[in-house]
C-alpha cells in the first residue's frame, strides 16, 4: 500500500508518461497544483517509488517512467470505467442505430468503431453457435425449383442455405412449409441436436418433402465449433512502438486467432478487466496491455470485446470504449 502523497505522485507520472512518452521529472511533477510539495520532496518520493518497484529511471539523468507494477496500482485506483467524452458517446451511438444486417459483418463494424475510438488494435471473439437456438426459419424462394433457407439464431447469427429442388413449389408452400418448420425447430440449436425432435408428417408431400430437405441441411449445420475472431485496427499498433521487432511480434500474434481468444478468456477468467505487459502470460506481448469486458445476448454470455495496446496505455478512456461497446453490441444482438 501506498501513503496519498506516494500514490499521487505516482497516478501524475502515469498520466504525464501516458501523454508524452517521455520519462517524467520531480519538477514536472511538482508543477501539479494539487501536491502542494516541492521538487525535493518529489524526488525523494520517486526515489522510493523506484525502490518499491512502481517506476524506473531508463537513464541516470533521465526522469522515471512507470512499471507494470506502477501501471497497476493506477488501474485498480480506477473505481469504474468512466464516461465516454460526448464526441465518442454520439459516435456509438450513430453505429448501432444503423448497425442492422448479418452477424459476421455487424461484428467486423464493430472492431472498426473500437479502434477508432480508442487508437488500439480491437478484437471481438463472435458468440458461439453451439449455445445459440434458433429464432426464426423461413423459405424463400429464388426462381424454379431453387429456395434460400435463412435462420436467425439467438445470437444474431443468420444461417443461408441455398436449396434446389426436385419439382416446382409456390409461395404459399413455401410460406406452409416455414411456419410448419418454425413451429417445431424455434428454440431449439442448429446441428445433430435437432435430430431427435419429432416434426409429424402434415399430409402433403410437397411441404413434407421441404422438411425433409430442410431438416438434412441443418442438421449438418454443426461446423461451428471454433470461436470467430474478428480483429481491427492492428496498423495503428505500428505507431505504438518505436522497435520494428515489437510491432512485427505484436502484429503476428494478432494474426493467431486461438491465441487472442485465449488470451482474452484467460484474462476473463482471472476476474480481470485489465492485464498488463507480462501479467496476461504472452511473452511476444510482454510490452502490451489488454482491456476485455464480455457481453451478453439475452441474458447469456455470449462473446468478448477487448482492445491491444501499449503499456502505455490510455486506460480510463479504453476501459470507458469497451464497456460501452461491450454494453451496446449485445443489446443489439440481443433486438436482433
Do not use: W
Not at 459483418?105 to 437456438?133: C, F, I, N, R, W
Not at 505487459?277 to 468478448?304: D, I, K, N, W
Amino acid at each position: 500500500m501506498l501513503d496519498e502523497r506516494k500514490a499521487a505522485i505516482l497516478r501524475v507520472v502515469v498520466e504525464e508518461y501516458v501523454q508524452t512518452a517521455q520519462p517524467v521529472g520531480s519538477a514536472t511533477v511538482a508543477r501539479q497544483p494539487e501536491l502542494g510539495v516541492s521538487s525535493a520532496t518529489v524526488r525523494n518520493e520517486m526515489g522510493v517509488l523506484e525502490r518499491e518497484g512502481y517506476l524506473v529511471q531508463p537513464h541516470t539523468s533521465a526522469g522515471r517512467v512507470p512499471t507494470d507494477k506502477g501501471y497497476r496500482f493506477f488501474v485498480d485506483s480506477l473505481t469504474k470505467p468512466g464516461p465516454l467524452d460526448a464526441a465518442r458517446s454520439q459516435q456509438v451511438k450513430a453505429f448501432f442505430a444503423r448497425a442492422h444486417g448479418e452477424l459476421e459483418q455487424m461484428l467486423h463494424d464493430t472492431t472498426t468503431l473500437l479502434s477508432g475510438l480508442t487508437d488500439y488494435a480491437a478484437v471481438v471473439v463472435g458468440p458461439s453457435h453451439e449455445v445459440a437456438t434458433i429464432r426464426s426459419i423461413q423459405l424463400v424462394g429464388l426462381g424454379p425449383r431453387f429456395v434460400l433457407l435463412v435462420v436467425v439464431l439467438s445470437n444474431g447469427a443468420v444461417e443461408k442455405r441455398s436449396l434446389e429442388l426436385g419439382i416446382d413449389v409456390s409461395d404459399a408452400q413455401l410460406a406452409a412449409a416455414s411456419a410448419h418448420l418454425a413451429s417445431h425447430l424455434v428454440g431449439h440449436p442448429l446441428g445433430f441436436s435437432l435430430a431427435p425432435i419429432a416434426i409429424p408428417q402434415t399430409g402433403d408431400a410437397v411441404i413434407d418433402g421441404l422438411t425433409r430437405q430442410v431438416r438434412e441441411a441443418l442438421e449438418g449445420s454443426h461446423d461451428h465449433d471454433v470461436d470467430t475472431v474478428f480483429v481491427g485496427g492492428a496498423a495503428r499498433m505500428a505507431g505504438a512502438f518505436d522497435a520494428v521487432d515489437t510491432i512485427r511480434r505484436v502484429l503476428s500474434i494478432l494474426e493467431q486467432q486461438y491465441v487472442v481468444v485465449t488470451l482474452l478468456q484467460d484474462v476473463l477468467n482471472r476476474g480481470l478487466t485489465v492485464a498488463i505487459g507480462t501479467e496476461h502470460g504472452v511473452q511476444p506481448l510482454a510490452e502490451c496491455s489488454v482491456v476485455v469486458a464480455p457481453y451478453q445476448v439475452e441474458g447469456e454470455p455470449a462473446g468478448t470485446v477487448g482492445v491491444l495496446g501499449p503499456t502505455r496505455m490510455r486506460y480510463e478512456q479504453a476501459l470507458a470504449a469497451v464497456a460501452v461497446v461491450s454494453n451496446r453490441l449485445g443489446r443489439a444482438l440481443t433486438e436482433g
